[in-house]
């Protein structure tokens, strides 16, 4: 759904050893293997993200099986979907240490064992446990190796890839409406899940295919970068000179402590050698100790490579436009949730459950927001007509869907506001590019990770607090009154955005005019 992080230049590989000799361009790059690469991150977008919008299936069957209030129950959806983004940061402290194949592979069986025990669920709060936390840590730590290995595979032809691949997740949206309603149809909730267990393995094997570039493929790619685009490559080293002697974290004790590390190694070295008499507890011992010792250099430096990463930008928070775009994400992607999650049980209250099951709401919105991810973007790409526009002019056009929604009690007229709702998100394409502007190709990277917290914070509180006021109204059209207000209220900050801009420059000149 959203643009990786690679896509916005950020790399979780070693970019020390870039030699300045020129060198033939590697056929993976861009081409080969790569197309692999899009592939496994299409189908881990069809498997994650498609199947996250086609819980409100599950939420129905949850709510008449365990006879919950309905805020209760939407907490194991929303964990899902929130913790799924949420956890980003954190998993990149893992793609540090262990690479992207490794974390992909050990996220689908996590995620795969959360569907399978939810199947055995005796009560709401379990699948908290199993379904919500457990599957969703499994999928984060599956969505987010698949969006940054697409990036380290591409470096012309990123944009095209990177689009590509998020269009999984309206396929799988449509894709897995429709298994999940025919497997809780034909064999019930439980046996669903269980089965929908099995075929999340398959993340398993999109893992596998992730391949890691090798040290000489990662310094030809980044010889191409340093050629290409001369300026960024300044900017990109100025900020890690900046990181290297302000940060809590200096190069200087980590190579000391490498280096100490190094002297522990082959000391342990010398002493297998000089000990093969000796008995095979004491061998033992110091293999025990020799990778432990590998392992405390490598955790090491992989904390110092994400710490530094994420933290590094502590002023971001000191633009107030920043402050407003968070504010925004906070209040936006709970309104394009909650549909997905509530809107089975409000056709069902509507007496339209018939049409639905030819043709279901949340499968049109799934397919039309595939198109209005392409359309935005070659729309914002147009050299007449401002991206940031274009932006707000989405947003607006889907509060104000959300807002009417409530009013629409036919299936036709449903079917048109859920075709503009996934119309008008498909302006999360056009994040990324936003968020360039407010921050700049410096802070890129750290802004958009959090910008994609704040939603996935959003997709957390959404759906529970939209059942939480039906419990109490017995109607969902004050949720949606309700989200859709709080999301008018983030996009009346994105409005204000151009004048704080113009505010800024203002007060600089008047301090300088003062100095």
């Not at 189908?43 to 069957?61: K, P, T």
């Not at 793609?95 to 709401?124: D, E, F, P, Q």
């Not at 900017?235 to 809590?248: D, R, V």
């Not at 190709?441 to 959404?462: D, R």
Request: net charge neutral; charged share 15%.
């Amino acid at each position: 759904m959203y643009a990786s992080r690679e896509d916005i230049g950020y790399d979780f590989g070693d970019d020390s050893k870039v030699g300045s000799k020129p060198v033939k361009p590697n056929p993976n790059i861009d081409g080969g293997w790569a197309w692999m690469i899009v592939l496994s991150s299409f189908l881990v977008h069809i498997l994650i993200m498609g199947s996250q919008m086609a819980l409100g299936i599950l939420n129905m069957e949850w709510l008449e099986e365990f006879n919950q209030s309905r805020g209760l129950t939407a907490w194991v959806s929303s964990l899902s979907m929130g913790i799924t983004l949420i956890v980003g940061p954190f998993i990149g402290l893992f793609i540090s240490m262990c690479g992207c194949r490794k974390t992909a592979i050990i996220g689908g069986v996590l995620n795969a064992l959360g569907w399978i025990m939810s199947a055995y669920a005796s009560n709401v709060h379990y699948l908290f446990l199993t379904f919500g936390v457990m599957a969703g840590v499994g999928s984060g730590m599956v969505y987010l190796p698949a969006v940054v290995m697409v990036g380290q595979y591409f470096q012309k032809r990123r944009a095209l890839a990177q689009g590509l691949s998020t269009t999984g997740t309206g396929f799988g949206a449509f894709l897995m409406t429709a298994l999940l309603r025919y497997l809780c149809t034909e064999y019930g909730w439980r046996s669903a899940m269980f089965l929908q267990g099995a075929i999340s393995l398959n993340l398993c094997v999109c893992g596998a295919l992730m391949r890691p570039l090798s040290p000489k493929d990662v310094s030809e790619k980044y010889v191409v970068r340093s050629n290409s685009e001369d300026n960024k490559a300044k900017a990109l080293s100025h900020s890690a000179e900046t990181i290297k002697s302000n940060g809590p974290l200096s190069d200087e004790p980590e190579k000391k402590e490498e280096a100490t590390n190094e002297e522990v190694l082959d000391s342990v070295q010398h002493t297998d050698i000089g000990d093969k008499s000796r008995g095979g507890r004491n061998m033992y011992g110091l293999r025990i100790l020799k990778r432990v010792s590998q392992l405390t250099v490598t955790v090491r430096k992989g904390f110092a490579i994400w710490y530094s990463s994420y933290f590094g930008a502590a002023s971001l928070f000191t633009n107030r436009v920043f402050v407003a775009f968070i504010i925004w994400a906070l209040f936006a992607y709970s309104s394009f949730v909650i549909p997905f999650i509530h809107l089975p049980e409000i056709v069902k209250q509507y007496n339209l459950s018939i049409q639905n099951n030819i043709f279901p709401l949340t499968s049109i919105i799934a397919i039309v927001h595939i198109f209005g991810k392409v359309i935005l973007g070659i729309v914002s790409d147009l050299p007449c007509i401002s991206t940031w526009n274009v932006f707000l002019i989405a947003n607006f056009t889907l509060v104000t869907c959300i807002l009417t929604l409530p009013l629409m009690h036919t299936y036709i007229s449903l079917a048109v506001v859920c075709a503009l709702i996934g119309f008008s998100s498909g302006y999360f394409s056009l994040m990324p590019v936003v968020t360039e502007d407010l921050v700049g190709t410096k802070h890129l990277a750290n802004a958009y990770g959090i910008i994609i917290c704040a939603n996935g914070i959003s997709a957390l509180l959404g759906p529970p607090f939209a059942g939480w006021i039906y419990d109490i109204t017995h109607k969902y059209d004050f949720s949606f009154y309700i989200s859709g207000s709080l999301y008018m209220v983030g996009i009346i900050f994105l409005f204000i955005q151009p004048c704080i801009q113009k505010k800024q420059p203002k007060e600089k000149s008047t301090e300088e005019a003062q100095v």
